[in-house]
């Protein structure tokens, strides 16, 4: 079949690329971590007990719910700004001519820039005891994560580090609004992924990322809480900048695994 059969102009069976662009991610956001919430009895797999996600997290997940659908909401508004600032539709399938060595570009550079903002403003936001006790430790209530819980934030967190980070990802690596659809779903799906709580084999992007659930819930631990600031792609700022924490994956007697630190950082 001829992609002109199922694609218009400015958009993908008649939705603007701009719509797909911020509606997308939002999207992929439910539905991929409902299906992790579908395999979460998985107590094999499991870096905290159920028990453990019950007992010591500090807000209730209709809580968690309420507070990411409020940052979604900004996120749309901001999106559809920034699209309606910076094109129209009548450009938005310029991407279908691009190479794949221009996507694949324009994909880095967007990982490079969104790795770099979120690494400083997150580290930023840890070191200043002002933006941490008000801002910051809203997320950190999450002390065991969960999947949609991935961007429990407060707003002006969320619209610091996530939605100005995602606008500078877009803006500094050229991508068109239709890229940005896939860019922005793999965000998601990463960010999401690496909020999970599990450790399940053959997951690509343990393979293919240092930055992966168990690296990302040391930092949610009280001894991680001043390393392993990179998100939510590589741990390179991380590593340059001595705030990598290595740590061992080690199976508990119950099941599962525990990320456990491989030096002794808990007392600094």
Same mark, same amino acid.
């Given at each position: 079949? !001829? &992609?002109?059969?199922?694609?218009?102009?400015?958009?993908?069976?008649?939705?603007?690329?701009?719509?797909?662009?911020?509606?997308?991610?939002?999207?992929?956001?439910?539905?991929?971590?409902?299906?992790?919430?579908?395999?979460?009895?998985?107590? @094999?797999?499991?870096?905290?007990?159920?028990?453990?996600?019950?007992?010591?997290?500090?807000?209730?997940?209709?809580?968690?719910?309420?507070?990411?659908?409020?940052?979604?909401?900004?996120?749309?508004?901001?999106?559809?700004?920034?699209?309606?600032?910076?094109? !129209?539709?009548?450009?938005?399938?310029?991407?279908?001519?691009?190479?794949?060595?221009?996507?694949?570009?324009?994909?880095?550079?967007?990982?490079?820039?969104?790795?770099?903002?979120?690494?400083?403003?997150?580290?930023?936001?840890?070191?200043?005891?002002?933006?941490?006790?008000?801002? #910051?430790?809203?997320? #950190?209530?999450?002390?065991?994560?969960?999947?949609? *819980?991935?961007?429990? !934030?407060?707003?002006?967190?969320?619209? &610091?580090?996530?939605?100005?980070?995602?606008?500078?990802?877009?803006?500094?690596?050229?991508?068109?609004?239709?890229?940005? &659809?896939?860019?922005?779903?793999?965000?998601?799906?990463?960010?999401?992924?690496?909020?999970?709580?599990?450790?399940?084999?053959?997951?690509?992007?343990? &393979?293919?990322?240092? @930055?992966?659930?168990?690296?990302?819930?040391? #930092? #949610?631990?009280?001894?991680?809480?001043?390393? !392993?600031?990179?998100?939510?792609?590589?741990?390179?700022?991380?590593?340059?900048? *001595?705030?990598?924490?290595?740590?061992?994956?080690?199976?508990?007697?119950?099941?599962?695994?525990?990320?456990?630190?491989?030096?002794?950082?808990?007392?600094?």
């Amino acid at each position: 079949m !001829n &992609i002109e059969t199922v694609e218009f102009r400015g958009g993908i069976y008649g939705v603007s690329d701009e719509l797909l662009g911020t509606i997308s991610p939002i999207v992929v956001y439910w539905v991929y971590s409902g299906l992790y919430c579908m395999l979460g009895g998985m107590e @094999n797999y499991r870096l905290h007990t159920k028990k453990d996600e019950d007992e010591k997290n500090l807000v209730t997940k209709k809580e968690v719910v309420k507070g990411v659908l409020l940052q979604q909401a900004v996120q749309a508004v901001v999106a559809t700004i920034l699209f309606a600032v910076t094109g !129209n539709d009548g450009e938005s399938g310029g991407d279908q001519q691009a190479s794949f060595l221009v996507l694949a570009r324009q994909f880095f550079v967007g990982m490079v820039v969104l790795d770099t903002w979120q690494y400083f403003m997150h580290r930023f936001m840890h070191q200043n005891k002002f933006l941490y006790k008000h801002i #910051h430790s809203q997320h #950190h209530r999450l002390v065991v994560p969960y999947a949609f *819980g991935a961007l429990y !934030n407060h707003p002006l967190e969320g619209l &610091i580090l996530d939605t100005i980070g995602g606008a500078l990802a877009f803006l500094f690596s050229g991508m068109s609004p239709r890229a940005s &659809i896939f860019f922005f779903s793999l965000a998601t799906i990463k960010t999401v992924d690496d909020h999970c709580g599990l450790w399940l084999p053959g997951n690509l992007f343990h &393979i293919v990322f240092k @930055n992966n659930s168990a690296y990302h819930d040391v #930092h #949610h631990q009280l001894y991680g809480s001043k390393y !392993n600031f990179s998100q939510p792609f590589f741990v390179t700022w991380d590593r340059i900048l *001595g705030t990598y924490m290595p740590y061992a994956l080690v199976k508990r007697p119950e099941g599962g695994y525990e990320a456990r630190p491989d030096k002794d950082c808990k007392d600094d």
